[in-house]
């Protein structure tokens, strides 16, 4: 099967994926009771206004009262037409809102992956060249320790001892109409907050080291594993026969660990992430994805719920489908006929 077919075959079946996931979605949170709709009677209620009037206005600003399968082929059309919808809470478009917050999870996102990865392959290849060492101990007792600490206890650590030892306040705090990218950015979705024009580095500082050290622990642990796996193959040997130092020794290594390491990356990583983002950006105050998303679900915002579920969705089935090119491209076995 050429390599032309390999990816139409499984960008087919990631688009496949995303429908199924959307519409599950959408059906989970379209079919169930609107928690907010007693909260409006019970305010029309307390106000002296009629609570029935109240809920049918509110059903039918959401189009609530519309059939199912119409207000799901609606969405599906404006889904492929790239039309969000508005959202609820704000009235500006689902793509503005969600793009609006998007860039200040990456500030600390593309960091925190990146310094994972590069640091615990490095450190796990270093401690299965030198097993049973003083380092070989150390590096696995840090990643123990990295794994059973709860993220947001550590986020907690980190930010006292800022305030405490450091005298600075380790929150990211943005105005609405701030934009770190030099033009206009509005979040409607969060409150108004003191502008705050510093350094970002040092603002995301805290949530780097806290996500970092999340996902270094795994990274750690499984590059260590399955460097072990290989260094004693008779590979290793030939080359240290031939006079072949560490750095090469450790290249060969890493490459015949690739395809595990990479499934490690694309899978595990991307768990991990979808979980902690909340956590981290609850307890540093960043108004990002997270942040937008949990408004949205406490206010039962449809549309905005739907694009944060879309977002998601589309990282994940596409980090798939990139582990499956990966697979391909690091041993073309992978996914052959003669499989």
């Known amino acids: 099967m050429s390599f032309q077919l ?4 499984r960008g087919a079946f990631a688009v496949l994926s995303m429908f199924l996931i959307v519409t599950v979605a959408f059906a989970f949170v379209t079919l169930t009771e609107d928690p907010n709709v007693g909260a409006v009677a019970y305010e029309a209620s307390n106000t002296g206004g009629d609570p029935k009037e109240a809920v049918q206005a509110y059903r039918e600003a959401r189009n609530l009262n519309d059939p199912f399968l119409q207000r799901y082929a609606k969405w599906m059309m404006n889904v492929a037409t790239l039309d ?15 793009g609006s917050s998007l860039p200040f999870t990456l500030l600390y996102l593309v960091p925190s992956m990146l310094l994972s990865l590069v640091i615990g392959v490095t450190v796990g290849l270093y401690s299965a060249l030198n097993q049973h060492s003083l380092s070989d101990k150390f590096a696995t007792a840090t990643a123990y320790f990295s794994l059973g600490t709860p993220n947001f206890w550590l986020a907690q650590i980190l930010f006292v001892v800022a305030i405490t030892q450091m005298n600075w ?38 949530p780097v080291v806290t996500l970092t050290t999340v996902l270094l622990a795994g990274q750690l642990r499984y590059a260590r594993a399955e460097s072990l796996e290989y260094v ?6 030939i080359a240290k026969a031939k006079g072949a130092g560490p750095i090469r020794i450790a290249v060969h290594i890493l490459r015949n660990a690739a395809i595990p390491l990479v ?71 992978v996914g052959s006929d003669a499989e």
């Open 6 to 9: 390999k990816v139409a075959r």
């Open 169 to 206: 306040v380790p929150y990211l705090y943005i105005a609405p109409g701030f934009d770190i990218w030099g033009g206009t950015l509005s979040l409607p979705l969060l409150p108004d907050v003191p502008l705050l024009k510093g350094d970002l580095v040092k603002y995301y500082s805290l």
């Open 232 to 237: 004693d193959a008779d590979f290793v040997k």
């Open 84 to 98: 969000w919808g508005l959202s609820y809470s704000t009235g500006q478009s689902v793509l503005g809102v969600l």
């Open 263 to 333: 499934a490690l990356f694309f899978t595990d990583m991307l768990s991990v992430l979808v979980l902690n983002i909340f956590v981290i950006e609850f307890a540093f105050a960043i108004p990002g994805f997270a942040q937008v998303s949990m408004n949205a679900i406490t206010a039962r915002d449809l549309p905005l719920i739907l694009g944060m579920t879309m977002v998601i969705a589309l990282v994940g089935v596409f980090g798939n489908f990139l582990q499956d090119m990966a697979y391909t491209v690091l041993d073309p076995r």
